[in-house]
């Protein structure tokens, strides 16, 4: 059996998780990443030493060839076959936290139990900032559940003010017959136009127009 890939949605949901930054930064326990969470263990460039600003093309590319690193490690540390959801929500795992090797919920899945599996996975939530992600995660390994809308963040620098892009049409299309919201753009609201004035339409046929004959008798007769 081939080794899996990540699909596009997965891929959208781990860039939503990261956002994208074009210039290092450490994240919130410390590490030097930069482009979408990529660190000096992820081999290639060294946030460390880089000094310039990524475009947000060399980001994902760079992205591009990380995934295809964890995507390696989670298809080694299962023995059994992962549903594409699964597989797409330990990879996210594993980009975080570098851990699908040695993961307790990933041996119970492989010894058959699933229940236990999905509830372990919440057993990684330090640091406190990462618990929205982990239980996003568990959803998607348990439930199928994508979180991500196909938008992400782009900052120059971190912190600091960021833009929302429309990571689908940036990284290549989502699987998807309804494309995602591009949020970052206002939605035009049609103006109302005041309604044309004509005059009144004649009075034709039925009572109206009796009354209308009767009225016109009266009055030629008073004169």
Sequence with gaps: MPDMKTSLQGAMEIIGHEAIVL???????GVLTIGVGHTKAAGGLNPATFKGKLTVKEAFDMFRADLAKYEKRVNAAFTVTLKQHEFDAAVSFDFNTGAINRATWVKRF?????TGAIRDIMQWRKPPEIISRRQKEQKLFGQGLY?????GLVYDRFPGPARRVNLANEFGGLPS???????????PIPTILPAPQTSPAPVSGGFWARLAEMILKLFKGGR
């Design 23 to 29: 210039t290092p930064y450490k994240d919130s326990v």
């Design 110 to 114: 492989n010894a058959g139990d699933r």
């Design 147 to 151: 979180s991500g809308d196909g938008t």
């Design 177 to 187: 017959t309804q494309p995602p919201a591009d949020t970052h753009k206002p939605v």
